[in-house]
């Protein structure tokens, strides 16, 4: 196995938990090169990441079907031998049908995941993680023991929080989010900042 696409077109978090597929993949496959597809405003996230060869980036906001069909032909160019695919949205199948890749593999709630090569049910509220749904995906070509998602900061990354570092622990809380049924009312964020220690509330 040469090369590796994971296409993960969706927010912050699902990019954040897609990085365990990328751990997974690299420690059976060290020689691979292993290029991480994401939308754009994601891709720092793994600008610097050990074991990516390429972040590529889907543009959007702006011409978001001229990059599609763009990127689609780059995607098929680069002559993948896999493309994991762990969004369930059209535009996701699309570039993954026309990669040409020998094995392409995503979700059966795809639309287009009649031509995937191999498909998988992606069900919602039976207690399993989207790691452990995620991991599905890749457990014929590894095992099915999946790793935990991981980042890796740069030096440069750890130079832009030096002046956050304090003396004391302190808690952060990042309440906001894109879907309205994952946003918490500001009360209750409220409510939880003044349970917390006194000492960790700055």
């Given at each position: 196995m040469n090369r590796i696409l994971v296409i993960q077109t969706a927010f912050i978090g699902d990019v954040i938990l897609a990085t365990a597929l990328i751990e997974k993949l690299h420690a059976a496959f060290p020689e691979a090169k292993i290029d991480f597809l994401v939308r754009g405003g994601n891709e720092s996230l793994d600008k610097d990441h050990p074991f990516i060869n390429?972040?590529?980036?889907?543009?959007?906001?702006?011409?978001?079907?001229?990059?599609l069909?763009?990127?689609a032909k780059t995607i098929r160019q680069s002559k993948y031998d896999y493309v994991v695919n762990l969004q369930r949205?059209?535009?996701?199948?699309?570039?993954?049908?026309?990669?040409?890749?020998?094995?392409?593999?995503?979700?059966?709630?795809?639309p287009l995941s009649i031509f995937y090569t191999e498909k998988f049910p992606h069900e919602i509220g039976n207690g399993e993680h989207e790691v452990a749904r995620n991991q599905?995906?890749?457990?014929?070509?590894?095992d099915g023991e999946a790793l935990k998602p991981k980042l890796h900061p740069s030096k440069s990354n750890y130079s832009k929080i030096e002046s956050l570092?304090?003396?004391?622990d302190y808690i952060?809380?990042?309440?906001?989010?894109v879907w309205f049924t994952k946003q918490v009312p500001q009360s209750k964020i409220?409510?939880?900042?003044?349970?917390q220690p006194k000492e960790l509330q700055i």
């Open positions: 390429e972040v590529i980036v889907w543009q959007k906001k702006e011409n978001k079907y001229k990059n069909f763009s990127l949205f059209m535009a996701s199948g699309f570039l993954t049908w026309r990669s040409g890749a020998k094995h392409r593999i995503g979700f059966k709630t795809n599905l995906l890749i457990e014929n070509i590894t570092k304090l003396d004391t952060v809380i990042a309440p906001s989010s409220i409510e939880l900042i003044n349970k």
